[in-house]
């Protein structure tokens, strides 16, 4: 494998294989960029036009494109279509435009995209690993080209978004997040691998649908299931090494918590709907706290929804609390409430609680309705994470209005249509008061002659860098302390000039200098906890990771 810093000649020899081949390889394909030189030397005269332009106007021309087209989807497939053409034009294009084209090839239109995915489906952009593959599961995976893997990001579909089963149309999950991954954080395309382990779906939509591309069974569950995704775990570490970081993404509530613990002490393995969303939530908290006063353990948290989530963000809030205090964490959780659909989590309820929500369970009456559970508690911050579309309604808001004078509301769930409010209600509803944050997102909004630019809480400013801090020091473990280092460093980034429009979030036109300080601080812990294995430790650890960092400029072949 090729050290991490390893810098190419610009200059690169490739194979005399045949132009038409050569145009046909995403990889090196570049176009009409090719130069008269490179056309005659790769036997390219001929099967392009004569005009030669550079790799900057054919991304104008490209971005023209994408915005002649006014449904989303459409921009999603061109985009896709894009990257098995041309690759680093596609990551280019992403990098140059990351603002407008994130919710193309990310949330909120990649659930689109998913529940169409049979559809669409053009060429395979990872693997399948399938139940029929129980027992030759190494050899799946043996069947994928690369083999300097670094990180894999792997669903069951079972949970896409707030969009419930989709089976192996959830492939778009993976490889929108791994696109993300190289654009976002630098991590080499090459070295990325989207999985999918199709167990069957309980989406009768799906197996009723002639274009449907997976399983036509039920779900397996069980032993049937765990013996799979532990097959496949084994499969991965014997191929490519204990350092290649796996990310279970959109697995189910049931499933996502017993793996993580489960693999956790074995496997470098990273949940992000669980530890990713609630290190970016903990970032705005914490940038929040420069807007509205006081420390993270003078504010009183009640979230709406107690799935990975809602726990994982009350968990790790728990823990900052507890690491700024010293106190112990059990009483750091005691400032932390949360509603499922059965009402507010209390003690009398401890029987019935499946094991994740315990540590939530405080000595209380209990209450069933969110309102009447702000009016008890009368939190300072309340955090949607339920899936539950316009949950927060207008007495809700106005609720937490009537006793803050600063309502921080954020309301995280995704897609836009499963937002608990909008951005528009939350300010409408507070006068304009609301320190307001979404998982997609909303348009800016005027209130009171003041345009409010709200925040996005989206993982995206966190997993590509913390995934390129765990491949640069060669972590072998993540530690809940590498997500505390990463929120902090995230929450530094935002400036007064971001408050003053209204986001307590950094544009993400500095998203590639973020990530490269994130990467750092999460290496710089790894190198702390005596987790990483890339010895010896780089002195400049952000220089280092910009320096690994995959930059999609076109190459001059000779």
Not at 163 to 179: A, E, F, H, R, Y
Not at 198 to 211: A, S, Y
């Amino acid at each position: 494998p090729l050290p991490l810093t390893a810098k190419f000649d610009c200059k690169l020899i490739l194979n005399r294989q045949p132009g038409y081949t050569l145009l046909r390889d995403p990889h090196h394909n570049k176009g009409l960029a090719f130069t008269e030189r490179e056309r005659d030397a790769h036997y390219l005269r001929g099967l392009l036009p004569p005009g030669v332009v550079s790799q900057d106007l054919q991304v104008k021309k490209i971005m023209h494109n994408l915005r002649q087209y006014k449904v989303p989807l459409q921009r999603y497939v061109a985009m896709m279509d894009l990257q098995e053409r041309n690759e680093r034009l596609f990551y280019k294009l992403l990098i140059d435009n990351v603002e407008e084209l994130l919710p193309v090839v990310y949330t909120p239109t990649v659930g689109e995209a998913c529940q169409k995915y049979g559809s669409i489906f053009r060429r395979p952009q990872g693997l399948y690993v399938s139940l029929r593959d129980k027992g030759k599961v190494i050899d799946v995976l043996r069947n994928w080209p690369e083999r300097n893997i670094q990180v894999i990001v792997v669903t069951d579909g079972e949970r896409i978004l707030g969009l419930g089963d989709l089976g192996c149309q959830g492939m778009g999950i993976p490889v929108g997040k791994l696109s993300l991954y190289t654009a976002l954080g630098g991590v080499r395309p090459s070295a990325c691998l989207p999985i999918t382990i199709d167990v069957g779906t309980n989406n009768e939509q799906l197996l009723n649908d002639e274009f449907y591309i997976g399983l036509r069974q039920r779900r397996a569950t069980g032993e049937e299931y765990h013996e799979l995704m532990e097959e496949f775990m084994d499969a991965v570490k014997q191929i490519y090494g204990e350092k290649v970081l796996i990310q279970f993404e959109d697995f189910a509530n049931h499933n996502a918590f017993d793996l993580l613990a489960k693999y956790s002490k074995s496997h470098l393995v990273f949940n992000d709907d669980i530890q990713g969303t609630a290190s970016v939530v903990l970032a705005g908290l914490l940038s929040s706290l420069k807007v509205v006063g006081g420390t993270l353990a003078e504010h009183t948290y009640l979230f709406l929804g107690a799935g990975e989530a809602g726990t994982g963000i009350a968990e790790l809030i728990a823990l900052e609390i507890s690491k700024q205090t010293n106190a112990p964490i059990e009483e750091c959780r005691k400032k932390v409430f949360l509603v499922d659909s059965k009402g507010l989590i209390v003690s009398s309820r401890k029987n019935s609680l499946q094991p994740f929500k315990t540590s939530w369970a405080h000595e209380r009456e209990p209450v069933t309705t969110l309102l009447d559970a702000i009016k008890s508690i009368r939190p300072t911050v309340l955090i949607g994470t339920s899936g539950v579309g316009r949950a927060f309604t207008k007495e809700v808001i106005e609720a937490m209005a009537s006793f803050n004078e600063r309502p921080v509301i954020f309301s995280l769930s995704n897609p836009t249509s499963h937002s608990e409010c909008t951005a528009e209600e939350a300010y409408k509803w507070t006068q304009g008061r609301a320190v307001f944050a979404s998982g997609s997102p909303f348009d800016p909004v005027e209130y009171d002659g003041k345009i409010r630019v709200p925040g996005q809480a989206n993982n995206a400013y966190i997993f590509p860098g913390f995934g390129l801090g765990v491949v640069i020091s060669g972590a072998i473990r993540v530690h809940e302390d590498m997500l505390l280092a990463a929120s902090e460093t995230l929450a530094a980034q935002a400036t007064q000039e971001n408050f003053d429009k209204g986001s307590i979030f950094p544009p993400f036109t500095n998203i590639r200098k973020i990530s490269a300080l994130i990467a750092a601080s999460v290496a710089a812990k790894a190198y702390e906890l005596g987790l990483a294995t890339r010895l010896p430790r780089p002195r400049d650890l952000e220089k280092y990771a910009e320096s690994c960092m995959y930059t999609p400029v076109y190459r001059s072949y000779r």
